[in-house]
């Protein structure tokens, strides 16, 4: 991914007003992030919180969506992220909730995803960040970063259709 700026961040978000965009908490530290190794750029809200936020190149720019992380029952389980397929136990996969763009959202209607709750799927899939387990699999690592763009991809289409 190339590295985005703050204003192309609050520019990009498809399910959400352009006053909740202003306001939303973006990282500060964004020249330090590992832009060549990431795929989307994800965050959790800086204030804390069960908010969280994902950006993405698509052919029409970057589009972002706004998150919300369901709580967590507190159970040692082991989850697996529908985007990169990593295993986690605990906390370590959470339900994100987005609200759908348009009159759909404003009725309230969302979709979710079971994503990794730090939102670092691109590097779990380099092996860059080690804290789930990975299954075995035989494809290349450019065929992985393909599927799980094509899972995201569904889930943005969702998110704005």
Request: hydrophobic share 35%; charged share 25%; glycine share 12%.
């Amino acid at each position: 991914m190339m590295p985005v700026t703050e204003p192309a961040i609050r520019a990009s978000f498809v399910n959400c007003t352009k006053g909740e965009a202003k306001r939303l908490g973006v990282p500060k530290d964004l020249d330090a992030r590992p832009w060549a190794d990431l795929d989307f750029f994800g965050w959790r809200d800086p204030s804390g919180g069960e908010r969280a936020y994902l950006v993405t190149e698509s052919g029409s720019g970057l589009v972002g969506v706004a998150l919300r992380v369901a709580s967590q029952t507190g159970q040692l389980r082991r989850s697996m992220c529908s985007l990169c397929l990593t295993t986690h136990t605990g906390d370590g996969v959470s339900l994100m909730t987005a609200r759908k763009a348009g009159p759909s959202g404003r009725q309230g209607n969302s979709v979710g995803l079971y994503i990794c709750t730090d939102l670092a799927c691109s590097l779990y899939l380099r092996g860059k960040k080690d804290a789930g387990r990975r299954l075995h699999e035989s494809i290349t690592l450019e065929e992985k970063i393909e599927r799980t763009m094509a899972s995201l991809d569904a889930f943005l289409g969702q998110v704005a259709g």
